[in-house]
């Protein structure tokens, strides 16, 4: 079946613009992440969504970042006034139901983002 | 909070060899625990995970790890080391009955295989 897609795969931009990363979660998953993973780290959790609402926005690192689920599936990770700093490759991953037990999160392969 | 350390970012073995990937988890709730691998350009994808009362448990290809509360540690091991197993392994815990699932995850393993 059809996994986690993220798109583009890679996205090159010059500082200071504007970017959109988009996510495809697994059919009928209730739960979507988006964590960060810059070189030689693991990945940083940045935000989850449960249906429609963001349940925890505790790792966005700035007002630059948003995020947005308008209809409980697809989600957008938005990146104002792009910095050198954001470059690193962005996953997202969908669980079914999320929500503090120990669902499986099914990742998807990432955006590379790179920040000229 | 909760973190992850795994000790050695960089791991060797030779063909056939034990593999043994260390992580240590400080919570103060219950956790649970997971490894996950990462091929070269793929997405991250799960190995095992710890849940229960269940302090061994066994994954996929062939991998286990065990939970030792007193040494608040989760170590992922392989009794033979193949060629594919190469790729990065990372260490997460996410909060038991936590408000989300969200992972912390650990710094990263690199596993080399040496023919």
């Known amino acids: 079946g059809a996994g986690v897609s993220q798109t583009p795969s890679n996205k090159v931009t010059e500082k200071g613009k504007y970017v959109e990363l988009r996510c495809d979660p697994i059919s009928g998953h209730t739960a979507l992440y988006w964590y960060r993973q810059s070189l030689g780290q693991g990945p940083e959790f940045l935000i989850y969504f449960q249906g429609t609402g963001a349940a925890d926005d505790s790792g966005l690192p700035n007002d630059r970042f948003f995020a947005v689920r308008p209809e409980g599936s697809v989600s957008t990770l938005k990146i104002q006034r792009t910095e050198r700093g954001d470059s690193a490759v962005y996953l997202c991953?969908?669980?079914?139901?999320?929500?503090?037990?120990?669902?499986?999160?099914?990742f998807g392969p990432g955006t590379r983002l790179t920040v000229l | 909070a909760q973190s992850v350390t795994q000790l050695g970012s960089h791991v060797s073995v030779s063909e056939g060899a034990l593999v043994l990937l260390r992580c240590n988890y400080s919570s103060s709730v219950p956790p649970y625990l997971f490894w996950y691998v990462q091929y070269p350009n793929q997405g991250l994808q799960l190995l095992l995970k710890?849940?229960?009362?269940?302090?061994l448990v066994k994954g996929i290809n062939g991998f286990e790890a065990e939970f030792k509360k007193s040494e608040t540690s989760f170590h992922l091991t392989k009794p033979s080391a193949h060629m594919s197993d190469a790729a990065e392994y990372f260490c997460a815990v996410s909060d038991r009955g936590g408000n989300t699932g969200k992972l912390i995850f650990g710094q990263g393993t690199t596993l080399q295989v040496k023919p």
């Open positions: 991953a969908s669980s079914l139901l999320g929500t503090g037990n120990a669902d499986t999160q099914y």
């Open positions: 710890y849940t229960s009362a269940a302090t």
